[in-house]
């Protein structure tokens, strides 16, 4: 697999460089630029070409879903991981509609950010489970008829299921007993019977089934 190319957004200067230096030393991951604001994000994005924007929301002249609300039209292949320390509901779901793949908090641990980055890089959403937790209560879709949810298997649920507690696709393998990659063939299956296109939007249906 090639390097994941992450391009930082963090106006703290110590965990800018704490974040360049966990990656660098990663095998797999790629630092394209680290930058202490968003002013130049376009520019940015264009030249150093990201796989992952790792980004903070509260900083200076345009906070973080500003300038997600900038990137996602013009570069809608570039995903976005959220690494803050809000957890308050506005934030969050302002976040997400504005187009964020990820939320984690800061006080994640580097293993789970790094494995973040490898499961949005690999078409996942990864959220901290107080975060999937409040996306799961709080967000608003149509729910699914009851016919939907009626094909997913048991253990395309059961996936369902670890999914609403925040578990990653690596710890959903190990809970289940079976490989990454059957977890994310049940994850393109639940997809597909749910008519959906993202984790978010499968767990919104789960919970209003």
Same mark, same amino acid.
């Given at each position: 697999?090639?390097?994941?190319?992450? #391009?930082?957004?963090?106006?703290?200067?110590? #965990?800018?460089? $704490? %974040?360049? *230096?966990?990656?660098?030393?990663?095998? /797999? *991951? @790629?630092?394209?630029? $680290?930058?202490?604001?968003?002013?130049?994000?376009?520019?940015?994005? +264009?030249?150093?070409?990201?796989?992952?924007? %790792?980004?903070?929301?509260?900083?200076?002249?345009l906070?973080?879903?500003?300038?997600?609300?900038?990137?996602?039209? =013009? *570069?809608?292949?570039?995903?976005?991981?959220?690494?803050?320390?809000?957890?308050d509901?506005?934030?969050?779901?302002?976040?997400?509609?504005?187009?964020?793949?990820?939320? !984690?908090?800061?006080?994640?641990? &580097?293993? +789970?950010?790094?494995?973040?980055?490898?499961?949005?890089?690999?078409?996942? $959403? &990864?959220?901290?489970?107080?975060i999937?937790?409040?996306?799961? @209560?709080?967000?608003?879709?149509?729910?699914?008829?009851?016919?939907?949810?009626?094909? @997913?298997?048991?253990?395309? %649920?059961?996936i !369902?299921?670890?999914?609403?507690? /925040?578990?990653?696709?690596?710890?959903?393998?190990?809970?289940? *007993?079976?490989?990454?990659?059957?977890?994310?063939?049940?994850?393109?299956?639940?997809?597909?019977?749910?008519?959906?296109?993202?984790?978010?939007?499968?767990?919104? =249906?789960?919970?209003?089934?």
């Amino acid at each position: 697999m090639e390097d994941i190319r992450v #391009l930082i957004y963090e106006d703290n200067r110590s #965990l800018r460089e $704490a %974040l360049c *230096f966990m990656l660098e030393s990663t095998e /797999g *991951f @790629l630092v394209a630029g $680290a930058y202490e604001d968003c002013t130049g994000i376009l520019r940015q994005v +264009r030249e150093h070409g990201p796989d992952v924007l %790792l980004m903070d929301i509260d900083m200076p002249h345009l906070s973080g879903i500003e300038a997600i609300k900038l990137v996602k039209p =013009k *570069f809608p292949q570039v995903n976005i991981l959220m690494l803050t320390v809000f957890d308050d509901d506005e934030r969050v779901f302002e976040a997400i509609k504005a187009g964020a793949t990820g939320y !984690l908090l800061k006080k994640a641990p &580097p293993g +789970r950010i790094l494995e973040a980055l490898t499961e949005i890089y690999e078409g996942g $959403a &990864p959220m901290s489970p107080a975060i999937a937790r409040k996306v799961i @209560l709080n967000l608003h879709t149509t729910p699914a008829h009851v016919e939907e949810i009626a094909r @997913l298997t048991a253990r395309e %649920l059961e996936i !369902l299921q670890l999914l609403s507690e /925040g578990k990653s696709m690596k710890m959903i393998a190990d809970s289940c *007993f079976i490989a990454v990659h059957t977890v994310r063939t049940h994850v393109k299956r639940i997809y597909e019977k749910l008519q959906v296109h993202s984790v978010t939007e499968a767990l919104a =249906k789960f919970h209003k089934r």
